[in-house]
C-alpha cells in the first residue's frame, strides 16, 4: 500500500496519543521540511506592455491579468533585452544581455561557450524536473541549445493542429539539423537556392497549404480570420492551455516549466468573440514618422492595432483560464507562476511589428507578474527592472546558487538589500553585427530612473544619434529632451558610452 502524504499526516496526528506525549498536541512538529516550490513561466511571445490595460491602456485588453494581479507582484517599468525573440528570449534564459549571448540575429545560436549557462542548467542544483514547449522555430532554436539541460522536451507538433516541420521526422535526434534543413528546404533567411526551393514547393508546400485551407475551413465559424498561426505552425492556444491544466498536477515535483507560446506574435487570428471588439472608442493620437520609418500609413497601422489588440484579448482570456485552474485547484500555494514576453510590437511612427533598428517602448516594454507560493496580495514595483533579472531572483526564491556569469540582479521583493532605483537598465538592438565583432551598428537603449537614453551608433545618415525621453513623464515618447536638459543628457550619455565601449574591448582588435 502506498501512503499518501495525508495518510502520514493523519497517522502523525495520532503518534502523541499512542505515546502518551500530550504537550506535542499544541505544535505539532513538522514531518520533513517543505518541498522546494515550483516554478512555472508563461511566455507569450511579442506581448507589449504598452497594449495591456492592466498597465494603464485605454482598451480592456487584460480583464483576466487584472485578476491574476490581484495575488501577483505586477513589475510596471519591465524591459526585454532586445526588440524581437532571439536576443529577447536567450537574455530571459541566461541572466546576460545580447552583447554577451550573442544572439543577435534572427536564427542565430547564443555563444558555444554561453548556451550551457542557461535556465534549465542553473535549476539542476536542487533536482528540478525541468519542461520546456514552444510553438515559435526561433525560440525551438535556443531551447535545443539547452536540450541537455532540459528532462522532459515537448516536440512542436505536440500542441499543433498542422505544422511544416517535417524535416524532424527525418533528423528526429537532432533538432538543430531538422530546423537548418527546414530552412534549407523551404528557401528562406538568405539559404535559397532555386533546386531546393522548387523541391521544397512541389514536395511539401502545396500539400501543407491544401490541409491549412481545409483547417481553416473546419475551424471558420471559431476563427473567422483563420486558425492562429507561427509561421508554417498552425494550432489553437487552447490546445496548450488544455494540455497544462491536464499535466500540471502529474509533473514530477519540483518543476521547472518554460513554456513558450506564440500568439499575439502576428497573424493576429483572434477567436470570434473578440472580433470588432475595439472598433468603436479610443483611438491613438498619431505620432510622428522616425528616421527608421517603415513607411507604413497611419490607417493601417490603426487597423493592425485594433487587430493586435483583439488578439491580445484572447491571449488574456486563454491565460485566465490556466490561471482560475491553478488557483481552484490551489497549485499556487507552492508555486511561483511568472508571466512574462520576450518583446514588444509597434504600431507608430510608420513602423509596424518589431523588426525595426528603434527601441521605444511598444516593442521593448513587456509585462512582468509573478505570484509568488501562497500570495495573496497585490504589489506594484514602479522601479525598472530587467528580463536578465528573471534568472537570478527565481535561483535566489527556490534556495538556490547565482550563477557568477549572470548580469541581473534580484527583482525588488525578491531580496532583502534595498533596490538601488537609479540601476541601469540595457535594451540592445544589433541585427547587424556579426557574433564575434564589436557592435558598430546597433541602436542602445539606457533606463535609469525616470529617464531612457536612446543611442543609435554607426547607421548611415543616423550615425550617432542620441534621443531622451522622461518615460514617467512623457511614456508615449513624444518630447525628446536630449538638446534642452543637457546635464542629465551628458550623464547618462557618458554612462551609457562607456558601458558600449566595455562590452566590445573583448573585440576589439589591437
Ligand atoms: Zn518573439
Not at 561557450?113 to 525551438?140: G, I, M, Q, W
Not at 517535417?166 to 530546423?179: C, E, G, Q, S, V
Not at 534642452?484 to 557618458?494: I, W
Request: glycine share 4%; proline share 7%.
Amino acid at each position: 500500500m502506498k501512503l499518501t502524504r495525508r495518510d502520514l499526516l493523519k497517522s502523525a496526528a495520532l503518534l502523541p496519543f499512542l505515546t502518551g506525549d500530550w504537550r506535542s498536541l499544541a505544535a505539532p512538529p513538522p514531518l520533513q521540511a517543505a518541498a522546494a516550490p515550483n516554478v512555472l513561466i508563461v511566455l507569450f511571445d511579442s506581448f507589449s506592455a504598452c497594449h495591456a490595460s492592466l498597465y494603464g491602456y485605454p482598451r480592456q485588453t487584460t480583464p483576466h491579468l487584472a485578476r491574476f494581479a490581484e495575488r501577483a507582484t505586477v513589475y510596471h517599468a519591465h524591459y526585454a533585452a532586445g526588440n524581437f525573440t532571439n536576443p529577447g528570449t536567450a537574455s530571459l534564459l541566461t541572466g546576460t544581455y545580447p552583447w554577451t549571448h550573442r544572439s543577435l540575429q534572427l536564427f542565430s545560436p547564443m555563444l558555444k561557450a554561453v548556451a550551457p549557462h542557461n535556465l534549465f542548467a542553473a535549476f539542476a542544483e536542487k533536482s528540478y524536473h525541468r519542461l520546456t514547449y514552444t510553438h515559435n522555430l526561433v525560440a525551438l532554436a535556443l531551447l535545443y541549445q539547452c536540450i541537455e539541460d532540459v528532462d522532459t522536451f515537448k516536440k512542436i507538433r505536440d500542441l499543433c493542429l498542422l505544422d511544416a516541420q517535417w524535416a524532424d521526422k527525418l533528423f528526429f535526434n537532432d533538432y538543430d539539423l531538422a530546423i537548418w534543413r527546414e530552412r534549407l528546404f523551404r528557401g528562406g533567411e538568405g539559404l535559397s537556392t532555386l533546386p531546393t526551393s522548387l523541391f521544397y514547393f512541389f514536395a511539401n508546400h502545396a500539400g501543407w497549404e491544401r490541409k491549412k485551407a481545409r483547417l481553416n475551413h473546419i475551424y471558420r465559424e471559431q476563427f473567422p480570420r483563420d486558425l492562429p498561426r507561427h509561421h508554417d505552425q498552425i494550432f489553437r492556444l487552447e490546445e496548450a492551455v488544455d494540455w497544462l491544466t491536464a499535466s500540471l498536477p502529474d509533473f514530477p515535483q519540483p518543476y521547472l516549466g518554460y513554456f513558450h507560446f506564440s500568439p499575439p506574435h502576428d497573424p493576429y487570428n483572434t477567436r470570434r468573440e473578440f472580433v470588432g471588439m475595439f472598433d468603436a472608442g479610443w483611438t491613438p493620437a498619431p505620432k510622428p514618422p522616425h528616421f527608421f520609418t517603415l513607411g507604413h500609413s497611419e490607417e493601417s497601422l490603426q487597423q493592425l492595432r485594433r487587430e493586435y489588440d483583439e488578439y491580445l484579448a484572447y491571449v488574456d482570456a486563454e491565460f485566465g483560464r490556466l490561471y482560475e485552474f491553478m488557483a481552484q485547484a490551489g497549485l499556487l500555494d507552492n508555486t511561483y507562476l511568472v508571466l512574462t514576453s520576450d518583446h514588444g510590437e509597434m504600431f507608430e511612427r510608420g513602423i509596424w511589428m518589431h523588426l525595426t533598428q528603434t527601441l521605444y517602448e511598444p516593442v521593448v516594454r513587456i509585462p512582468l507578474l509573478i505570484a509568488k507560493p501562497g500570495q495573496r496580495i497585490r504589489e506594484d514595483v514602479r522601479t525598472p527592472t530587467s528580463a536578465v533579472d528573471v534568472m537570478p531572483s527565481l535561483l535566489h526564491a527556490t534556495g538556490q546558487t547565482i550563477p557568477t556569469w549572470c548580469e541581473g540582479r534580484l527583482l525588488p521583493t525578491f531580496g532583502d538589500e534595498p533596490v538601488d532605483p537609479d540601476r541601469s537598465i540595457f535594451v540592445v538592438e544589433a541585427k547587424a553585427n556579426a557574433k564575434s565583432a564589436a557592435l558598430t551598428q546597433a541602436t542602445f537603449a539606457m533606463v535609469k530612473g525616470a529617464y531612457k537614453l536612446v543611442h543609435y551608433r554607426g547607421y548611415p545618415g543616423y550615425e550617432n544619434e542620441f534621443e531622451l525621453y522622461d518615460v514617467q513623464q512623457d511614456p508615449e515618447e513624444l518630447e525628446n529632451l536630449y538638446t534642452t536638459q543637457k546635464d542629465v543628457a551628458a550623464d547618462l550619455r557618458h554612462e551609457l558610452v562607456s558601458k558600449v565601449d566595455e562590452v566590445n574591448r573583448p573585440y576589439v582588435r589591437g
